[in-house]
């Protein structure tokens, strides 16, 4: 059987033939010879085998071949992409997209050296946060800040810094997962504090936080519950009087504001969410909250409060381990930046951009995007212009939805018809990613804001037995 094959393995160009290759040539200038020769032994191993079962090969598909395993390895794997989700904030896809003077500010800080630790007016050694301090305490009235890698370091910091070997008082009402592993509980635990539990799922009153509070206790803690709404019979205490409790009893009151926004939603057309002000208005020692959901910016976690507790939180070790690194923090003040002009932060924050368009713009940009969709996909899918309702994601609102307006694509075939044409579209050089519903794959229009990169991203569009 090996004997048989061994003639035409023969016929198989040599490595050192392919890479003189004129086709190869060119791939070496752009990525390098190691992974041409790479490219051109896989290949050679591949039709090897190939050839074994009588298939006939020149070096053109051998080229061809070598090109497609070079470009595959060099794109890449961290890809560009159109949420369609209609998930604003989607934690999956990267959350907020940054503002252009955010990139701007990132891109600098990339480029060159620049004073992250160190005092331009002394010449002496500076602090991090000292850029964004001020800006913060403006934007929200607290007395000092501090930033770190993302709201779950900020809760995991602030607890272990007030709590550790000590009490934290949380209602059960608030004892939340977030998504992947951040659970409350769990966060405590690894802060070193011991979680104290007082009231029941639906009502926590304020004698429970009163009766549980005693000279092991560390602080109390509140919780935005971001990601669900307890509805019915309930009773919670709010941050006022918590606060009062609180410092009855000189305890420190925490708030985890999770997304906080900065600005009021209802100027938007938006529910109201609580904003970081607000908080600290309402007597929070420390609010805690994350940059990449409502602000808009990067990930990143504030801690904003009281001066000495903030200096405590900077003198714990595990602060270095949780600090952001230049790139985020020239991200972060940019994005700041552009809340002293509240006017036009809704153009120029990409966040507030796509929570504020009109359904009528949407259904617009609906209208015209429907026959270019249509165009690629072939008579067997159908393309209609629908109404659907975006969430802005990340816990913010959870139960309120947007009205926004979509492409509904439905395939001949039902179930597994629409699985392959979602799969053609993540399939995408620029991956298009929609949300399955009813037999159609359903595109929100709500963030799509580059129409001809998606027009051009649509003419890569393969599709096997849909087309
Ligand atoms: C999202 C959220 C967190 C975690 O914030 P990250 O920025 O994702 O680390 C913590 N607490 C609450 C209430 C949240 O909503």
Redesign the pocket.
Known sequence: MAVSALPSLRSLPSVDRLLRNPDIAVLIEKHGRAEATQAVRETLKELREAMRSGKDIDDGVIAASVLSRVEARASPRLKALFNLTGTVLH?NLGRAILAEEAIEAATSAMRHAVSLEFDLASGKRGERDDHVRSLVCELTGAEDATLVN??????LLVLNTLAQGKDAIVSRGEL?E?GGA?RMPEIMARAGAQLREVGTTNRTHARDYVEAIGPQTGLLLK?????YRIEGFTAEVGARELSTIAHRHDIPLVN????GTLVDLSRFGLTKEPTVREAVEEGADLV?F????LLGGP???FIVGRKDLIAAINRNPMKRALRVDKLRLAACEATLKLYRDPERLAQRLPTMRFLSRSVEDIRDQAERLAPVVACHLGSRVTVETVPCRSQIG??ALPLDTIPSFGLSLQPRGGGRAVEELSAAFRALPWPVIGRVTEGALVFDLRCLENEELFGQALSSLRLGNAS
């Open positions: 934690t993302n709201n779950a370091a900020a809760v939340i977030i951040f919780v935005h519950t971001s990601n985890d504001l999770g997304s805690t994350s940059g990449d959901k990930q990143a976690g990340s816990g």
